[in-house]
């Protein structure tokens, strides 16, 4: 099945800096690939997502960037607010069967 | 709309014992799942379906039931409760596999 993995497990910035989380999946065929955001004892939500069509996609101060020969894909923010502090989890899936697999989360905390 | 439902929020069992989860949403998805978050594991899946009558399995099913007679219902089972199963629970939904996933509030499950 597929494997998704998920560094730094822990990141930490300043306020307006950026920040980067890198992912690495393991199933070539993996066509959709989401990230959601988990605040401190709330639901994930989604803030993000990109499709193997595209090779990236931008909403705000977030974008995700795709990379199918290497099989990694990255979430970038620019311009961190304190608000952004949360763990963050990427995930891939491909269309022909119906298990999204999750990395194990990126806690960002945003110091201001 | 309430999204997705969960009950209960919190929950203290005895080894041995069952219960059941409960998941209802009333967005009309075809896709449902249920996931457990354990620290430093992100979000494994437990069980999915893809319309009433048809489940499957993820990726730790072991302990688990599940079934979906209706499209709005998908309640969790477990059949004899043990500490492992200690976990935060949660129940999503989306349209279909591949676009965004609504999840419940989440049932924090302690198994003493």
């Known amino acids: 099945g597929e494997n998704v993995e998920q560094h730094p497990s822990t990141l930490s910035v300043q306020e307006g800096d950026s920040a980067v989380i890198k992912c690495t999946y393991s199933d070539s065929a993996s066509n959709y690939f989401p990230w959601y955001k988990q605040e401190l004892g709330k639901r994930p939500q989604l803030i993000i997502d990109?499709?193997?069509?595209?090779g990236e996609k931008k909403d705000q101060r977030i974008a995700v960037t795709l990379n199918k020969t290497a099989k990694h894909f990255s979430l970038h923010i620019t311009e961190t607010q304190p608000e952004d502090s949360a763990v963050y989890f990427c995930?891939?899936?491909?269309?022909?069967?119906?298990?999204?697999?999750f990395g194990k989360g990126t806690l960002l905390t945003v110091n201001p | 709309n309430a999204g997705v439902t969960q009950t209960p929020k919190f929950q203290v069992l005895k080894t041995g014992q069952s219960m059941t989860l409960q998941c209802a949403q009333d967005m009309n998805h075809e896709y449902m799942s249920w996931y457990r978050q354990d620290p430093g594991m992100g979000l494994r899946l437990i069980h999915y379906?893809?319309?009433?009558?048809?489940?499957d399995q993820g990726e730790v099913p072991n302990g688990y039931n599940v079934s979906r007679s209706t499209t709005e219902d998908f309640p969790l089972r477990l059949l004899s409760a043990a500490p492992s199963q200690t976990s935060v629970y949660f129940c999503?939904?989306?349209?279909?596999?591949?676009?965004?996933?609504?999840f419940g509030s989440g049932t924090q499950l302690s198994v003493l």
């Open positions: 999503a939904s989306s349209r279909v596999l591949n676009e965004k996933l609504f």
């Open positions: 990109i499709r193997s069509n595209v």
């Open positions: 379906s893809v319309g009433a009558g048809i489940t």
């Open positions: 995930a891939a899936s491909r269309s022909s069967n119906y298990k999204l697999t």
